[in-house]
């Protein structure tokens, strides 16, 4: 059985940092297609950051610079590091497993049930 907990989300202001995990059981981080997403008020989920099994990542434009997603393969945890948060990175970050099929294309087969990030004025 596979199971992604996350953790690490709290109230942030704006400008400063968080680091995000998700431990997984049932599966490696290194041996399928990782992410995070984010679900923020009245708007629909968004891929936030990806990472493939050969560690080649991608990022939503809104993010770039500001947030990095790795993986302790040890651990079995996948990260995501928020730099220079703002008002509008508020939402619930989730973490996924899944394939990849090319051309930015994935498909997710598992979620972990979210960690609320909130960004102060």
């Known amino acids: 059985q596979v199971q992604l907990v996350e953790s690490g989300g709290g109230l942030v202001q704006a400008g400063g940092s968080l680091r995000l995990s998700c431990l997984a059981s049932?599966?490696?981080?290194?041996?399928?297609?990782m992410a995070w997403h984010r679900r923020a008020p009245g708007k629909q989920r968004e891929l936030v950051a990806a990472?493939?099994?050969?560690?080649?990542?991608n990022y939503a434009d809104s993010v770039k610079g500001r947030f990095t997603i790795s993986r302790d393969n040890a651990k079995n945890t996948l990260y995501l590091q928020l730099n220079g948060l703002k008002p509008e990175d508020t939402a619930v970050y989730y973490c996924?497993?899944?394939?990849?099929?090319?051309?930015?294309?994935?498909?997710?087969?598992?979620w972990g049930q979210g960690t609320q990030v909130t960004v102060s004025i």
């Open positions: 049932g599966t490696s981080v290194s041996g399928r297609s």
């Open positions: 996924s497993a899944g394939r990849y099929y090319g051309s930015n294309s994935y498909s997710w087969d598992y």
């Open positions: 990472i493939r099994i050969i560690g080649a990542t």
